[in-house]
T-cell receptor, first 113, second 110 residues
Framework: EPEVTQTPSHQVTQMGQEVILRCVPI?????FYWYRQILGQKVEFLVS????????KSEIFDDQFSVERPDGSNFTLKIRSTKLEDSAMYFC???????????FGNGTRLTVT | AQRVTQPEKLLSVFKGAPVELKCNYS??????LFWYVQYSRQRLQLLLR??SRESIKGFTADLNKGETSFHLKKPFAQEEDSAMYYC????????????FGKGTKLTVNP
């Protein structure tokens, strides 16, 4: 069964550094998402992406965040200047259509020191 | 505002006992409700959605619009059901994002 894959599984970075989290969604999926989960808290929506543009973003997704689908297979989340509070598990997800069930990756644990 | 509430952070039952994981939601329109499950060291995966009206791994969930609830039930819990369970909501005709509850950690003891 096809899966959403995320790399790396764990990323440690220093405050102020840029990080890029990578995701390869399921190949025939059209809708792509990033969610995050701070330790002990709920899974929170960050951004959705469809037809090569952001379709919705949350208030968490400020100017420090950006997403890109550079080559038709990868879907990346960039954090320009990381803060301590960006430490969380970041999940990529993809789906086939509007309100379709989402398929999640295993997540990238980001630790900002 | 869209909100999903799972009042129990932890739930512990014995094997063979019935289990009910509670979920209440707040949404002004007609939402679509889901249960996602995360087994130890595995990814979040869809367990069931209300429009499917199906039973997965013995679990069922009925959408009660009057009580704005979508509780997850299983008559006889198994040890392999131990996992984190997340209730989630998606708005119809508008936002496609999922809004998650905080999750309930279910432990089924032998």
């Amino acid at each position: 069964e096809p899966e959403v894959t995320q790399t790396p599984s764990h990323q440690v970075t220093q405050m102020g550094q840029e990080v890029i989290l990578r995701c390869v969604p399921i190949s025939n999926h059209l809708y792509f998402y990033w969610y995050r989960q701070i330790l002990g808290q709920k899974v929170e929506f960050l951004v959705s992406f469809y037809n090569n543009e952001i379709s919705e973003k949350s208030e968490i997704f400020d100017d420090q965040f950006s997403v890109e689908r550079p080559d038709g297979s990868n879907f990346t989340l960039k954090i320009r200047s990381t803060k301590l509070e960006d430490s969380a598990m970041y999940f990529c997800a993809s789906g086939t259509g509007y309100n379709s069930p989402l398929h999640f990756g295993n997540g990238t644990r980001l630790t900002v020191t | 505002a869209q909100r999903v509430t799972q009042p129990e952070k932890l739930l512990s039952v014995f094997k063979g006992a019935p289990v009910e994981l509670k979920c209440n939601y707040s949404y002004s329109g007609s939402p679509e409700l889901f249960w996602y499950v995360q087994y130890s060291r595995q990814r979040l995966q869809l367990l069931l959605r209300h429009i499917s009206r199906e039973s997965i791994k013995g679990f069922t969930a009925d959408l009660n619009k009057g009580e704005t609830s979508f509780h997850l039930k299983k008559p006889f819990a198994q040890e392999e059901d131990s996992a984190m369970y997340y209730c989630a909501l998606s708005g119809q005709g508008g936002s496609e994002k999922l809004v998650f509850g905080k999750g309930t950690k279910l432990t089924v003891n032998p």
